[in-house]
């Protein structure tokens, strides 16, 4: 398996609900991450995780909060989100913090 | 904070060669990376480049590095349909954070 995958592919969710995002990768990696993208503008970062512990956490509001159970498995999870956090979240990973990183297709997330 | 600059857009024929072009200005840059975003779709690592490289060649792409001047490129020869797509350039110093700093993306269209 040497892919990056994410579900789910597509996500609706109003401002109250709670939902989570999910990233999982089988080829050994130990640092994945998760990025935001707007529309036609580059992947900013938001948080990176090593060896399932949180490395970097990029200002990011609380109303995301990452998860890391085991090497293969990285969740976001969301509550309380603003329509402003509507966008593609993609996540990557790399087989260690200073390698290079392969993507996932992103969930595209929609906040009403 | 550091920049990755490139140009917005790139329209070419079909069976043309396609530059696409990249300045950043972070000098402990590391690592380079040409990314590809297909509509929709998530990132798709398509090359990197070690700093200490000036050229690398896979098929039918081709990276130049000049470190000097902080200027590096993608050409695609033969451009195809297919290649229409938004290309990232990214860079990262390879440290223990990874933080990799995209462009901005240039739109390529390839017309038949």
């Known amino acids: 398996d040497t892919e990056v995958t994410q579900t789910p592919k597509h996500l609706v969710m109003g401002m109250t609900n709670k939902k989570s995002l999910k990233c999982e990768q089988h080829?050994?990696?130990?640092?994945m991450y998760w990025y935001k993208q707007k529309a036609k503008k580059p992947p900013e970062l938001m948080f990176v995780y090593s060896y399932e512990k949180l490395s970097i956490n990029e200002s990011v509001p609380s109303r995301f909060s990452p998860e890391c159970p085991n090497s293969s498995l990285l969740n976001l999870h969301l509550h309380a989100l603003q329509p402003e956090d509507s966008a593609l979240y993609l996540c990557?990973?790399?087989?260690?913090?200073?390698?290079?990183?392969?993507f996932g297709p992103g969930t595209r997330l929609t906040v009403l | 904070g550091e920049d990755v600059e490139q140009s917005l857009f790139l329209s070419v024929r079909e069976g043309d060669s396609s530059v696409i072009n990249c300045t950043y200005t972070?000098?402990?840059?590391?690592?380079l990376y040409w990314y590809k975003q297909e509509p929709g779709a998530g990132l798709q690592l398509l090359t990197y480049?070690?700093?200490?490289?000036d050229m690398k060649q896979d098929q039918r792409l081709t990276v130049l590095l000049n470190k000097k001047d902080k200027h590096l490129s993608l050409r695609i020869a033969d451009t195809q349909t297919g290649d229409s797509a938004i290309y990232f350039c990214?860079?990262?110093?390879?440290?223990?954070?990874?933080?990799?700093?995209f462009g901005a993306g240039t739109r390529l269209t390839v017309k038949p």
């Open positions: 990557a990973s790399s087989v260690y913090l200073d390698n290079e990183q392969f």
């Open positions: 990214a860079e990262s110093t390879g440290d223990n954070n990874n933080d990799m700093r």
């Open positions: 080829m050994g990696h130990r640092a």
């Open positions: 972070d000098s402990s840059s590391t690592y």
């Open positions: 480049i070690f700093s200490n490289m």
